[in-house]
């Protein structure tokens, strides 16, 4: 008989993953959520998964297997309540992932706070390009794929000569909380075989009062990795140094900083890549990366995956062959359109360390054409203001920057007043994409820089520069 799970909160790219995979799978889906609208919706239903909108009681009547909790779902939920008076069987996403279908994987996962859906989906093509059939759940969609999540094919001889398994998964491992029920962060789930530790800043300040706080999370998914696996760690985060050193049972790699000298707690073999984009490991040179991803956060995201990939079982020189044909992910550095020759951007930078190397790797290429930085504070820690003073640095290569204030519970013009006159601070979208229209000059770059839709900024701002 068919099994049957009811997501609640289907309409996020990780809830709208899980569904994808868990139809390919063989289960009867179907979802619900407060938002069900395109494009989510729309790929749910060609996939034959049934959406409702809203939380209603009557979708008891559809009596699932498990009810499947998204974290978009608190107490006072109306159907939320319900299944737990009628102590009906749920599950997280994370724990119904993990304990269903990620059981029998080789998972790779990839934490940290910053390029977690870059690094996954560079990992997963030089899988693909390899032959190896990875499965994978992304919160973005690769433009190498199309898609945001699917299957793996199985392994019975795995080039790394480990044994048998149900396929590599490659996922995007995210310290947030799992559910209402479960404070963890969803990546304590995964049980990786391979993990990435990719960075570590404080974030999320709406369910983490610090950055130890976060460093204790990271540290519960180091404690999951098996001793025939492997930690690939950043080597220039002293936060990762002290989650490592609060106890590792598992070979670590470094990435991005010279090999550590002996008893230095962080392993004895270290990735770099230096000025010419020559990649060494272990003192070796292993090949070239060559590529038109710009940053020097994109060169690090690279050595993590090329490191994780060949403990998969596949060789330096064949993923970088993979990385020379890599098309980055929707929303990353994503060229949007150009009018009277001014180009516009969509970047998914929120966090002020990843607006600072965005703006940076742009710089580097554009050389010394304007750059016009536009920027929506609408994460929950950037809401908060929590991050507001350190937003001036980070907007330092700009030539101009433009904010959006709309519904800010702290003083944008204030923030970035160090930036005097080269800095526009708007409450009212139509108001700022006027201001950014009467700026921009022929030959300018325009980067747009948010974690969500941004009132559609996008075309608007083409449209009224082409006019």
């Known amino acids: 008989m068919q099994k049957h799970i009811h997501i609640l909160g289907i309409c996020g790219t990780f809830m709208g993953g899980i569904a ?191 950055l130890a706080s976060i460093e204790t999370q990271f540290h519960h998914l180091v404690r999951t990795v098996p001793g025939n696996g492997l930690v690939v760690c950043n080597g220039r985060e002293e936060s990762l140094q002290r989650v490592i050193k609060r106890g590792c049972w598992t070979p670590v790699e470094t990435f991005g900083s010279p090999r550590p000298q002996a008893g230095e707690g962080l392993g004895e073999r270290g990735w770099i890549i230096d000025d010419e984009d020559k990649v060494h490991f272990d003192g070796k040179v292993q090949g070239k990366l060559q590529w038109d991803l710009m940053g020097e956060h994109n060169r690090m995201n690279a050595l993590a995956a090329l490191a994780a990939a060949r403990h998969a079982g596949v060789p330096v020189e064949q993923g970088l062959t993979a990385l020379s044909e890599f098309k980055n992910v929707k929303r990353r550095m994503e060229v949007r359109g150009t009018v009277n020759g001014i180009t516009v951007y969509d970047d998914f930078a929120h966090h002020p360390t990843a607006i600072d190397t965005t703006v940076a790797g742009l710089r580097r290429k554009v050389g010394k054409a304007r750059i016009l930085a536009v920027l929506e504070p609408r994460s929950n820690t950037m809401k908060l203001g929590v991050m507001k003073e350190a937003l001036p640095g980070s907007l330092k290569d700009a030539d101009l920057t433009f904010c959006y204030a709309g519904n800010l519970g702290w003083d944008a013009r204030g923030a970035l007043a160090p930036l005097g006159g080269k800095a526009v601070v708007k409450d009212d979208l139509n108001e700022l994409i006027e201001a950014i229209a009467a700026a921009a000059q022929s030959g300018d770059h325009i980067l747009v820089m948010s974690n969500g839709g941004f009132g559609g900024i996008h075309e608007k701002l083409l449209k009224r520069l082409g006019s």
Not at 30 to 48: F, I, R
Not at 165 to 173: D, K, N, R
Request: glycine residues 10%.
């Open 20 to 210: 994808a995979i868990a139809k390919q799978s063989g289960y009867r889906v179907t979802g619900c959520d407060a938002n069900v609208y395109p494009p989510m919706s729309t790929q749910l239903e060609e996939q034959g998964i049934e959406l409702i909108e809203g939380w209603g009681l009557e979708q008891l009547e559809l009596k699932p297997d498990v009810y499947v909790i998204g974290n978009v779902v608190s107490r006072g939920n109306p159907l939320m309540e319900e299944i737990l008076n009628r102590n009906l069987p749920y599950a997280s996403g994370p724990q119904w992932l993990a304990d269903t279908l990620l059981r029998d994987k080789w998972v790779l996962g990839v934490a940290g706070t910053h390029g977690k859906t870059t690094t996954t989906s560079m990992l997963a093509w030089i899988l693909e390009h390899a032959g190896l059939n990875p499965g994978f759940l992304i919160g973005g969609v690769p433009q190498n794929f199309g898609i945001s999540a699917r299957l793996p094919s199985p392994q019975p001889s795995p080039a790394s000569g480990r044994g048998s398994h149900g396929g590599f998964f490659v996922i995007e491992a995210d310290e947030y909380d799992t559910a209402f029920f479960d404070k963890r962060s969803k990546f304590v789930h995964y049980r990786p075989r391979t993990a990435i530790l990719n960075n570590l800043e404080f974030d999320h300040a709406d369910i983490f009062p610090d």
